[in-house]
Protein backbone atom coordinates (compact mmCIF):
# COMPACT_ATOMS: atom_id res chain seq x y z
CA UNK A 1 0.00 0.00 0.00
CA UNK A 2 3.06 2.50 1.06
CA UNK A 3 4.48 1.54 -2.48
CA UNK A 4 0.94 2.30 -4.28
CA UNK A 5 0.82 5.50 -2.59
CA UNK A 6 4.12 6.76 -3.95
CA UNK A 7 3.21 5.81 -7.18
CA UNK A 8 -0.05 8.15 -6.93
CA UNK A 9 2.40 11.17 -6.06
CA UNK A 10 3.39 11.10 -9.40
CA UNK A 11 1.24 10.33 -12.78
CA UNK A 12 3.50 8.92 -15.00
CA UNK A 13 4.74 6.31 -12.57
CA UNK A 14 1.15 5.36 -11.88
CA UNK A 15 0.51 5.35 -15.35
CA UNK A 16 3.16 2.58 -16.23
CA UNK A 17 2.37 0.90 -13.42
CA UNK A 18 -1.12 0.24 -14.12
CA UNK A 19 0.01 -0.75 -17.94
CA UNK A 20 2.09 -3.55 -16.14
CA UNK A 21 -0.43 -4.69 -13.83
CA UNK A 22 -2.89 -4.98 -17.17
CA UNK A 23 0.28 -6.64 -19.19
CA UNK A 24 0.69 -8.78 -16.21
CA UNK A 25 -3.19 -9.48 -16.18
CA UNK A 26 -3.53 -10.05 -19.82
CA UNK A 27 -0.58 -12.75 -19.91
CA UNK A 28 -1.28 -14.78 -17.21
CA UNK A 29 -5.42 -14.90 -18.19
CA UNK A 30 -4.52 -15.69 -21.62
CA UNK A 31 -2.01 -18.48 -20.60
CA UNK A 32 -4.53 -19.97 -17.89
CA UNK A 33 -7.27 -19.84 -20.86
CA UNK A 34 -5.19 -21.91 -23.14
CA UNK A 35 -4.27 -24.65 -20.64
CA UNK A 36 -8.10 -24.55 -19.19
CA UNK A 37 -9.35 -24.74 -22.61
CA UNK A 38 -7.54 -27.55 -23.92
CA UNK A 39 -7.38 -29.57 -20.65
CA UNK A 40 -11.40 -29.43 -20.45
CA UNK A 41 -11.09 -30.91 -24.63
CA UNK A 42 -8.43 -33.09 -24.02
CA UNK A 43 -8.65 -34.71 -20.77
CA UNK A 44 -12.12 -36.58 -21.51
CA UNK A 45 -10.87 -37.93 -24.85
CA UNK A 46 -7.86 -39.52 -23.47
CA UNK A 47 -8.01 -43.26 -24.21
CA UNK A 48 -6.27 -46.22 -23.98
CA UNK A 49 -6.63 -47.23 -27.16
CA UNK A 50 -4.27 -43.71 -27.72
CA UNK A 51 -1.11 -45.47 -25.88
CA UNK A 52 -1.09 -49.01 -27.83
CA UNK A 53 2.25 -49.63 -29.27
CA UNK A 54 1.43 -49.89 -32.88
CA UNK A 55 -0.74 -46.77 -34.81
CA UNK A 56 -3.70 -47.99 -36.90
CA UNK A 57 -6.44 -45.88 -38.12
CA UNK A 58 -8.76 -47.56 -35.37
CA UNK A 59 -6.75 -46.58 -32.50
CA UNK A 60 -4.72 -43.45 -33.87
CA UNK A 61 -2.16 -44.34 -31.40
CA UNK A 62 0.18 -41.58 -30.08
CA UNK A 63 2.87 -43.82 -28.60
CA UNK A 64 5.10 -43.74 -31.35
CA UNK A 65 5.34 -40.16 -31.63
CA UNK A 66 6.25 -40.32 -27.79
CA UNK A 67 8.86 -42.46 -28.61
CA UNK A 68 9.82 -40.75 -31.38
CA UNK A 69 9.55 -36.70 -29.56
CA UNK A 70 12.23 -38.08 -26.59
CA UNK A 71 14.48 -39.81 -29.41
CA UNK A 72 14.75 -36.36 -31.84
CA UNK A 73 15.15 -34.27 -28.84
CA UNK A 74 18.17 -35.97 -27.54
CA UNK A 75 19.40 -36.61 -31.21
CA UNK A 76 19.55 -33.14 -31.59
CA UNK A 77 20.68 -32.05 -28.56
CA UNK A 78 23.46 -34.33 -28.78
CA UNK A 79 24.41 -32.38 -31.53
CA UNK A 80 23.98 -28.96 -31.40
CA UNK A 81 24.93 -28.69 -27.63
CA UNK A 82 28.92 -29.42 -27.45
CA UNK A 83 29.04 -27.19 -31.19
CA UNK A 84 26.89 -24.55 -29.66
CA UNK A 85 28.76 -24.60 -26.06
CA UNK A 86 32.21 -24.91 -27.80
CA UNK A 87 31.48 -22.03 -30.31
CA UNK A 88 30.62 -19.94 -27.32
CA UNK A 89 33.43 -20.67 -25.81
CA UNK A 90 35.55 -19.79 -28.26
CA UNK A 91 33.99 -16.49 -29.05
CA UNK A 92 33.63 -15.06 -25.11
CA UNK A 93 37.48 -16.79 -23.89
CA UNK A 94 39.31 -16.91 -27.06
CA UNK A 95 38.45 -14.74 -30.00
CA UNK A 96 40.09 -11.43 -30.52
CA UNK A 97 37.93 -8.87 -28.75
CA UNK A 98 36.44 -5.98 -30.89
CA UNK A 99 37.17 -8.14 -33.84
CA UNK A 100 35.09 -8.27 -36.96
CA UNK A 101 34.67 -11.83 -37.84
CA UNK A 102 33.76 -12.21 -34.23
CA UNK A 103 30.98 -8.88 -34.84
CA UNK A 104 30.41 -10.99 -38.22
CA UNK A 105 29.12 -14.05 -36.56
CA UNK A 106 27.14 -12.48 -33.60
CA UNK A 107 25.27 -10.64 -36.14
CA UNK A 108 24.82 -13.81 -37.97
CA UNK A 109 23.90 -15.91 -35.08
CA UNK A 110 20.93 -13.51 -33.66
CA UNK A 111 19.67 -13.19 -37.76
CA UNK A 112 19.50 -16.81 -37.47
CA UNK A 113 17.54 -16.77 -33.98
CA UNK A 114 14.59 -14.89 -35.86
CA UNK A 115 14.43 -17.18 -38.84
CA UNK A 116 10.78 -18.97 -38.98
CA UNK A 117 11.43 -22.80 -38.79
CA UNK A 118 9.45 -23.33 -42.16
CA UNK A 119 12.80 -21.60 -43.52
CA UNK A 120 14.69 -24.03 -41.84
CA UNK A 121 12.28 -27.08 -43.09
CA UNK A 122 13.18 -26.41 -46.76
CA UNK A 123 16.67 -26.19 -46.16
CA UNK A 124 16.23 -29.24 -44.34
CA UNK A 125 14.43 -30.38 -47.53
CA UNK A 126 16.55 -29.11 -50.11
CA UNK A 127 19.72 -30.20 -48.41
CA UNK A 128 19.08 -33.19 -46.75
CA UNK A 129 16.11 -35.09 -48.29
CA UNK A 130 17.06 -33.56 -51.87
CA UNK A 131 20.53 -33.20 -52.45
CA UNK A 132 22.03 -36.03 -50.12
CA UNK A 133 18.87 -38.33 -50.65
CA UNK A 134 18.25 -38.96 -47.17
CA UNK A 135 14.57 -38.51 -48.20
CA UNK A 136 12.07 -38.17 -45.58
CA UNK A 137 14.04 -39.49 -42.06
CA UNK A 138 14.64 -39.34 -38.63
CA UNK A 139 18.62 -37.84 -39.56
CA UNK A 140 17.40 -35.44 -41.29
CA UNK A 141 14.80 -34.12 -39.25
CA UNK A 142 17.41 -34.25 -36.29
CA UNK A 143 19.88 -32.15 -37.88
CA UNK A 144 17.72 -29.76 -39.33
CA UNK A 145 16.37 -29.32 -35.58
CA UNK A 146 19.92 -28.76 -34.54
CA UNK A 147 20.79 -26.13 -36.50
CA UNK A 148 17.84 -24.04 -36.01
CA UNK A 149 18.49 -24.20 -32.26
CA UNK A 150 22.01 -24.03 -32.42
CA UNK A 151 22.03 -19.99 -32.20
CA UNK A 152 19.54 -20.09 -29.44
CA UNK A 153 22.42 -22.01 -27.43
CA UNK A 154 24.91 -20.29 -28.62
CA UNK A 155 23.56 -16.87 -27.90
CA UNK A 156 22.56 -17.87 -24.40
CA UNK A 157 25.87 -20.00 -23.41
CA UNK A 158 27.75 -16.83 -24.47
CA UNK A 159 25.66 -14.03 -22.76
CA UNK A 160 25.99 -17.21 -19.44
CA UNK A 161 30.20 -16.82 -20.27
CA UNK A 162 30.44 -13.28 -20.41
CA UNK A 163 28.39 -12.52 -17.38
CA UNK A 164 30.91 -14.28 -15.48
CA UNK A 165 32.82 -11.80 -13.17
CA UNK A 166 36.53 -11.40 -14.34
CA UNK A 167 37.79 -11.29 -10.66
CA UNK A 168 37.46 -15.54 -11.08
CA UNK A 169 39.50 -15.23 -14.44
CA UNK A 170 41.88 -13.37 -12.26
CA UNK A 171 41.91 -15.35 -9.36
CA UNK A 172 42.32 -18.68 -11.17
CA UNK A 173 45.20 -16.97 -12.87
CA UNK A 174 47.07 -15.58 -10.14
CA UNK A 175 46.78 -19.23 -8.47
CA UNK A 176 48.86 -20.20 -11.90
CA UNK A 177 46.08 -22.21 -13.79
CA UNK A 178 46.37 -22.04 -17.06
CA UNK A 179 43.89 -20.58 -20.21
CA UNK A 180 42.05 -24.03 -20.86
CA UNK A 181 41.83 -25.11 -16.96
CA UNK A 182 40.54 -21.59 -16.01
CA UNK A 183 37.98 -21.68 -18.89
CA UNK A 184 36.75 -25.22 -17.88
CA UNK A 185 37.11 -25.44 -14.67
CA UNK A 186 36.02 -22.09 -13.18
CA UNK A 187 34.27 -20.06 -15.87
CA UNK A 188 32.46 -22.38 -17.53
CA UNK A 189 30.52 -24.06 -14.35
CA UNK A 190 30.01 -20.34 -12.92
CA UNK A 191 27.69 -20.28 -16.01
CA UNK A 192 26.07 -23.71 -16.43
CA UNK A 193 22.26 -22.43 -14.75
CA UNK A 194 22.69 -19.60 -17.87
CA UNK A 195 23.94 -22.53 -20.02
CA UNK A 196 20.94 -24.84 -19.27
CA UNK A 197 18.42 -22.13 -19.43
CA UNK A 198 19.34 -22.30 -23.19
CA UNK A 199 19.11 -25.80 -23.42
CA UNK A 200 16.07 -25.91 -21.78
CA UNK A 201 14.53 -23.26 -24.19
CA UNK A 202 16.29 -25.21 -26.83
CA UNK A 203 13.90 -28.07 -25.32
CA UNK A 204 10.95 -26.24 -25.36
CA UNK A 205 11.33 -25.24 -29.17
CA UNK A 206 12.38 -29.09 -30.39
CA UNK A 207 9.34 -30.91 -28.77
CA UNK A 208 6.96 -28.21 -30.33
CA UNK A 209 8.48 -28.44 -33.55
CA UNK A 210 6.42 -29.21 -36.63
CA UNK A 211 6.90 -27.04 -39.71
CA UNK A 212 10.70 -28.37 -40.37
CA UNK A 213 10.30 -31.44 -39.74
CA UNK A 214 7.14 -31.88 -42.02
CA UNK A 215 9.99 -31.02 -44.59
CA UNK A 216 12.57 -33.30 -43.38
CA UNK A 217 11.37 -36.24 -41.47
CA UNK A 218 8.04 -36.74 -42.75
CA UNK A 219 4.73 -38.21 -41.43
CA UNK A 220 4.88 -41.98 -40.92
CA UNK A 221 3.39 -42.85 -37.89
CA UNK A 222 5.63 -45.65 -36.39
CA UNK A 223 9.09 -45.82 -34.22
CA UNK A 224 11.57 -45.38 -36.92
CA UNK A 225 13.50 -48.56 -37.49
CA UNK A 226 16.94 -46.66 -38.41
CA UNK A 227 17.85 -43.58 -38.51
CA UNK A 228 16.62 -42.73 -42.18
CA UNK A 229 13.34 -44.20 -41.80
CA UNK A 230 10.59 -41.59 -41.96
CA UNK A 231 9.08 -41.02 -38.27
CA UNK A 232 6.78 -38.04 -36.54
CA UNK A 233 6.79 -36.25 -33.49
CA UNK A 234 4.16 -35.67 -31.23
CA UNK A 235 3.60 -32.24 -32.18
CA UNK A 236 3.61 -33.28 -36.01
CA UNK A 237 1.02 -36.24 -34.75
CA UNK A 238 -1.29 -33.80 -33.66
CA UNK A 239 -0.79 -31.34 -37.03
CA UNK A 240 -1.53 -34.65 -38.77
CA UNK A 241 -4.76 -35.76 -36.81
CA UNK A 242 -5.91 -32.63 -37.16
CA UNK A 243 -5.46 -31.36 -40.71
CA UNK A 244 -7.17 -35.14 -41.70
CA UNK A 245 -10.42 -33.58 -39.95
CA UNK A 246 -10.99 -37.22 -38.65
CA UNK A 247 -10.08 -37.37 -35.50
CA UNK A 248 -10.52 -33.95 -33.89
CA UNK A 249 -11.39 -35.56 -30.33
CA UNK A 250 -8.00 -37.32 -30.82
CA UNK A 251 -5.85 -34.21 -31.38
CA UNK A 252 -7.08 -32.30 -28.43
CA UNK A 253 -6.14 -35.60 -25.97
CA UNK A 254 -2.55 -35.72 -27.92
CA UNK A 255 -2.62 -31.67 -27.48
CA UNK A 256 -2.75 -32.51 -23.17
CA UNK A 257 -0.03 -35.27 -23.56
CA UNK A 258 1.98 -32.91 -25.19
CA UNK A 259 1.55 -30.18 -22.83
CA UNK A 260 2.20 -32.38 -19.76
CA UNK A 261 5.19 -33.57 -21.63
CA UNK A 262 6.72 -30.42 -21.90
CA UNK A 263 6.28 -29.33 -18.56
CA UNK A 264 7.68 -32.83 -17.58
CA UNK A 265 10.59 -32.44 -19.60
CA UNK A 266 11.30 -28.97 -18.95
CA UNK A 267 10.78 -29.69 -14.68
CA UNK A 268 13.63 -32.61 -15.23
CA UNK A 269 16.08 -30.21 -16.93
CA UNK A 270 15.03 -27.51 -13.94
CA UNK A 271 15.74 -30.74 -11.57
CA UNK A 272 19.18 -31.47 -13.46
CA UNK A 273 20.36 -27.73 -13.20
CA UNK A 274 19.74 -27.39 -9.94
CA UNK A 275 21.60 -30.44 -8.70
CA UNK A 276 24.13 -29.20 -11.19
CA UNK A 277 24.71 -25.62 -10.08
CA UNK A 278 25.06 -26.75 -6.24
CA UNK A 279 27.48 -29.23 -7.27
Known sequence: MQKL??????????????????ATIITVGTMLFLVAYIL????????????EWEYNSDNVSMMPAIINTVL????????????GVFSAVYLAEYAKKGSKLVKLIRVTVETLSGIPSIVYGLFGF????????????????????????????MRT?????????DSYREGSFGLGAGKLRTVFRIVV????PGILSGVILAIGRIVGETAALIFTAGTTAAVPKDIF??????????????????YTEQAYATAVILLAMVIIINALSSFCAKKLTKK
Open 40 to 51: LKGIPNITPQLF
Open 229 to 246: SSTRTLAVHMYCLLSEGL
Open 189 to 192: PTAM
Open 126 to 153: LAFVVALKWEYSFISGSITLAIMVLPLI
Open 157 to 165: TEEAIMAVP
Open 5 to 22: KEYTKHPGSFIVFILIIL
Open 72 to 83: MTGATLLMAVPI
